[in-house]
């Protein structure tokens, strides 16, 4: 596909916007809070925003098209159970964490237990986020920027993480969330306009509901490889969610630096809404791609890029490559910020230097990001290797996912626990999920998340009833002022984002 002026024009000028605003608003920062949390004053649109375009992302545009490809609309379950997760979150973890008044999903764990199990848990995601998270963008990006535009996958990789790296490094978490909101609404713009064209393309919405009929139902058997609904509805996709949504830095970053509590969970509730609607424009051009240019894509990742190869006239290429650049660039800026942010606080601080200023935790975090960044770009390649994106990031989070998730739901839970619990717990998690992968490969793995957890739970319980705390522990109480109280109409807005869900399981079963 040859790019025309108007679409060179219209990439070059939303590279210099991102980057623009992205310096423009973070201007003026001073100290760690102002780098790592915004100045703790980010309000609620910004917030919901900021989540959906640092969670959409070429994993999505590549991996989960991909899957709809192969696997058809039931492949949603992720995005229409993640806004009912959302929910959860809003109304039971994010007013614990914003009253304790932490910068770090981990520092919670030290609070609750004690400064071991936090570091177990940041050392987790560092190495999560470097040879997991950071290296599937870099590595989907540089896919897709290869199918469609000819760029060589290591070089696009390289590009990648200059670009988003470059602001990330100077603007911190401001910079990152403003150019969420300038990639996120250039992200699913593009997504309509592609999913509008392949429905032209296939004759209308009636001919696509008869002609992809058998991959259009979200509830499969029980016993399926991949999404059974077991799993989907009460079973193992909920220990992913959980995780992701609610004590993954990388997303509970800007929750935490809201300016009140009504901020955190109106902007929460913004994001439930739009999940809603995400499969609509990610997985429909997947499955539009199985009937219209199957002989076309070699490997089901290719399937979105190959639809916007084929369908977008020209002038739209531009502007659509865009899109996509913006996609990867705010998954990966906050990645980068989050990553860094846990070094500093939790590694760095809390380990190395105690008595750092705060000033010095700031330049740190932005060494920091430089440093992820250049191992991000080595390791890319090697997701090549793996298979499916999609499959290689949900299968691996699995090996700590299970047991963070058990850590603070029994922290929060059950008072007693004691941090010999929640240490053991996190660490069994590894060989048990482990050793079901090898032990029932044709399982799916979210089968595996759910016996891993319950076998962590199991564990953690047998600890608390033989060694539970005498007295639970008092968490700290915040003293930087935000507001607590919670969003008006929480409960309403809550019920809605739920019955949105079931609503759309419902028409699609």
Request: charged content about 10%; proline content about 5%.
């Amino acid at each position: 596909m040859s790019f025309q002026p108007l679409d060179i024009a219209a990439f070059a000028g939303f590279l210099a916007l991102v980057v623009g605003v992205s310096l423009y608003a973070s201007r003026g920062k001073h100290d760690a809070a102002d780098y790592f949390l915004a100045g703790r004053n980010l309000p609620w649109w910004l917030i919901g925003f900021s989540l959906i375009a640092s969670n959409i992302s070429t994993e999505h545009f590549v991996g989960m098209a991909g899957r709809g490809y192969d696997l058809g609309l039931a492949i949603a379950s992720y995005e229409w159970m993640a806004a009912v997760t959302l929910v959860l979150v809003g109304l039971f973890f994010l007013p614990r964490f914003l009253r304790a008044g932490i910068y770090t999903i981990p520092e919670y764990l030290e609070f609750r237990y004690d400064a071991r199990t936090r570091t177990l848990m940041a050392a987790f995601m560092m190495a999560a986020y470097v040879f997991v998270a950071l290296a599937t963008v870099l590595y989907s990006g540089a896919l897709a920027l290869e199918s469609v535009f000819g760029i060589d996958t290591l070089a696009g990789i390289w590009l990648i993480g200059i670009l988003a790296g470059g602001y990330t490094i100077y603007g911190g978490l401001k910079a990152v969330v403003w150019s969420d909101l300038v990639q996120g609404v250039a992200l699913l713009l593009g997504g309509v306009v592609v999913t509008v064209l392949g429905f032209r393309a296939i004759g209308g919405i009636g001919s696509f509901m008869e002609l992809a009929d058998g991959k259009l139902h979200t509830v499969l058997p029980w016993n399926h490889p991949e999404m059974p609904w077991l799993a989907v509805f009460i079973g193992g996709l909920w220990i992913p969610n959980i995780f992701y949504w609610g004590l993954n830095q990388f997303i509970t970053q800007r929750t935490l630096a809201a300016r009140s509590l009504s901020d955190a969970q109106r902007g929460i509730f913004l994001a439930g809404f739009i999940k809603l609607g995400i499969p609509f424009i990610i997985v429909f051009p997947g499955i539009m791609a199985a009937e219209l240019f199957a002989d076309r894509v070699a490997n089901p990742d290719q399937a979105y890029p190959v639809m916007m190869r084929e369908l977008l006239p020209a002038g739209l290429t531009g502007v659509m490559f865009a899109a996509l650049f913006g996609a990867v660039m705010s998954s990966l800026d906050s990645m980068l910020n989050s990553a860094a942010t846990i070094f500093s606080v939790d590694l760095y601080k809390r380990h190395l230097r105690p008595k750092a200023s705060s000033r010095r935790l700031m330049v740190v975090g932005r060494v920091a990001t430089g440093v992820l960044v250049l191992v991000g770009c080595m390791w890319a390649p090697v997701v090549a290797r793996a298979g499916s994106v999609f499959d290689y990031i949900q299968m691996f989070w699995g090996f700590i996912s299970p047991g963070i998730v058990a850590a603070f739901l029994f922290g929060i839970f059950v008072p007693r626990t004691p941090p010999a619990a929640a240490f053991g717990g996190m660490i069994l998690g590894i060989p048990v999920y482990g050793l079901l992968l090898w032990l029932l490969p044709g399982v799916a793995f979210l089968h595996h998340m759910a016996i891993t957890f319950l076998v962590i739970s199991a564990f953690m319980a047998a600890v608390t009833l033989r060694r539970g705390l005498a007295e639970p522990r008092r968490l700290p109480k915040a003293a930087h002022g935000v507001d607590l109280a919670p969003a008006p109409g929480a409960k309403l807005w809550a019920g809605a984002v739920i019955g949105g869900a079931a609503v759309l399981y419902v028409i699609f079963w």
